[in-house]
T-cell receptor, first 116, second 116 residues
Framework: AQKVTQAQTEISVVEKEDVTLDCVYETRDTTYYLFWYKQPPSGELVFLIRRNSFDEQNEISGRYSWNFQKSTSSFNFTITASQVVDSAVYFCALSEPVTGANNLFFGTGTRLTVIP | DGGITQSPKYLFRKEGQNVTLSCEQNLNHDAMYWYRQDPGQGLRLIYYSQIVNDFQKGDIAEGYSVSREKKESFPLTVTSAQKNPTAFYLC???????????????FGEGSRLTVL
């Protein structure tokens, strides 16, 4: 079974629209971390955020915000007033540092295209 | 500027040939990682190294080999035993004392290997 599910394969929005990227995870551990990474066309992944399982506070960073809900095992990512530079593939990832290996479980990614 | 440099960016190989992908970092990071990315899939861990002269297999190590003779360098060899080597390969590292599953990963821009 997939540990991290990103059901949206591709999303297209017009510039200045808001967009939410969904991430649903599965784990039996009580201690875990969740991550979002951005992969622009240049190829490298860029770290955006890390949350631990004990901190359900939502976070906002500029136009980016994250909604962590343990009750629904979701860690969704919203971009407000999208810009063309936001076009990229976005990956959600999960780690289980106590029971898991030294590894991240990545979702399959969501390709976001922002149309000018 | 500090960062991770991967080379070559594009590589073509004939079946049956070994090929080595280079990964160099000047971030003074102890831990380094190799991931494989296939279209429509998340990243999968091949090998990782948390200290010089030591490395561990990831989820898909078969057909690959690595070495860690220097802190800055973690080359990956794709051997002829790898049945489906065509993929995008990403090298990453984390700050000293952290591991992939708790800390922020810094990625290189990747190497795209095509087997003819």
């Amino acid at each position: 079974a997939q540990k991290v599910t990103q059901a949206q394969t591709e999303i297209s929005v017009v510039e200045k629209e808001d967009v939410t990227l969904d991430c649903v995870y599965e784990t039996r551990d009580t201690t875990y971390y969740l991550f979002w990474y951005k992969q622009p066309p240049s190829g490298e992944l860029v770290f955006l955020i890390r949350r631990n399982s004990f901190d359900e506070q939502n976070e906002i960073s500029g136009r980016y915000s994250w909604n962590f809900q343990k009750s629904t095992s979701s860690f969704n990512f919203t971009i407000t007033a999208s810009q063309v530079v936001d076009s990229a593939v976005y990956f959600c990832a999960l780690s289980e540092p106590v029971t898991g290996a030294n590894n991240l479980f990545f979702g399959t990614g969501t390709r976001l295209t922002v149309i000018p | 500027d500090g960062g991770i440099t991967q080379s070559p960016k594009y590589l073509f190989r004939k079946e049956g040939q070994n090929v080595t992908l280079s990964c160099e970092q000047n971030l003074n990071h102890d831990a380094m990682y190799w991931y494989r990315q296939d279209p429509g899939q998340g990243l999968r861990l091949i090998y990782y190294s948390q200290i010089v002269n030591d490395f561990q297999k990831g989820d898909i190590a078969e057909g690959y080999s690595v070495s860690r003779e220097k802190k800055e360098s973690f080359p990956l060899t794709v051997t002829s035993a790898q049945k489906n080597p065509t993929a995008f390969y990403l090298c990453a590292s984390t700050r000293s004392g952290l591991t992939a599953n708790t800390g922020e990963l810094f990625f290189g821009e990747g190497s795209r290997l095509t087997v003819l």
